[in-house]
């Protein structure tokens, strides 16, 4: 099932054209990720698919529903965590949460359980009766995602939800995204930081100025831009390196030797470091270190857009 299709998706402020001809597709269950600078769309094509605001071009569906025929269907069943945190300092936790599901019609017990059920989750139950405004800012994002996933929705759409906070809370919050999806919710994940997408996303879409550049799974991603690894060999001493014997070892590309470091190009789809290894063990020359360099999705970012990701 798609949980999420976007068909020719055009939206214009003015004469600013914030998302151009978008086309995606979110399958159930994926942990899909959404990447790009400030500016690239991102937040306009979660709003949209979370009907605050209107298309100006193009069709949107949410669990196979056209978004503007089924907007209320489609609302009750999707978790928003925003980038900014939404929630009340004068209320307590349990208050907070309490609020937000009722919003979604849930009443008596059933309110009641969901509620203890999502403070439990972002490991907050002990703290249900205190207020948020003495919150560190990790524990309020925390009560953030339990404001957004009380009513158990079937999709949780998450935007920068670790902005400025302690490691041990964005820990906790990633660790709260992949549970969240074994518990059958599919996720919409934006982020800064190109650790935590390559860490739990199974698919992504890289937007720039409104558009989808690229798309797929980590390893699909990295082949776009490269399809080699580069090996970094620290030796005693080049004497007697032969690099037209290394080229002859399958995979290898390329050989550069700099001083005392020997680097080694070879096809990303051959594992040959054992027989590399082999060779200069086989002429007595000492490794003292070896490097790999693997490209990261940091890589295809910076080649695909010209810019990092925090620009």
Do not use: W
Request: hydrophobic content about 40%.
């Amino acid at each position: 099932m798609k949980i999420v299709k976007v068909e020719g998706l055009t939206k214009r402020f003015g004469d600013i054209i914030a998302l151009d001809n978008v086309n995606l597709e979110i399958e159930e269950g994926e942990i899909y990720g959404l990447l790009g600078p400030n500016g690239a769309g991102k937040t306009t094509a979660i709003n949209i698919i979370c009907g605050l605001l209107n298309v100006d071009k193009g069709r949107v569906y949410v669990f196979e529903k056209e978004i503007r025929q089924a907007a209320d269907y489609i609302k009750r069943n999707i978790g928003i965590v925003p980038q900014d945190i939404a929630i009340y300092g004068d209320l307590s936790a349990y208050e907070n949460v309490r609020f937000f599901a009722s919003l979604y019609g849930l009443k008596g017990k059933e309110l009641k359980e969901s509620v203890e059920m999502a403070l439990e989750f972002v490991g907050l139950i002990d703290k249900a009766k205190e207020m948020p405004n003495r919150f560190s800012g990790g524990m309020k994002r925390r009560l953030n995602v339990a404001c957004a996933i009380a009513h158990k929705p079937k999709l949780i759409i998450m935007d920068e939800p670790t902005v400025g906070i302690d490691p041990q809370s964005r820990n906790h919050i990633l660790e709260s995204v992949k549970k969240l999806n074994k518990m059958g919710s599919t996720i919409i994940y934006t982020s800064h930081y190109m650790e935590e997408v390559e860490a739990i996303c199974t698919k992504i879409s890289i937007m720039d100025h409104g558009k989808i550049i690229a798309e797929g799974t980590k390893e699909e991603l990295i082949s776009m831009v490269t399809d080699t690894n580069t090996t970094f060999i620290t030796v005693g001493s080049v004497v007697g390196i032969d690099e037209e014997k290394l080229k002859e070892i399958t995979g290898v590309k390329a050989v550069e030797i700099n001083e005392n470091v020997v680097k080694i190009i070879s096809s990303r789809d051959v594992c040959n470091l054992d027989k590399i290894i082999q060779y200069f063990t086989s002429k007595d020359i000492p490794i003292k270190n070896i490097k790999s360099e693997i490209p990261d999705l940091e890589t295809v970012f910076l080649t695909l857009t010209g810019r990092k990701l925090r620009d």
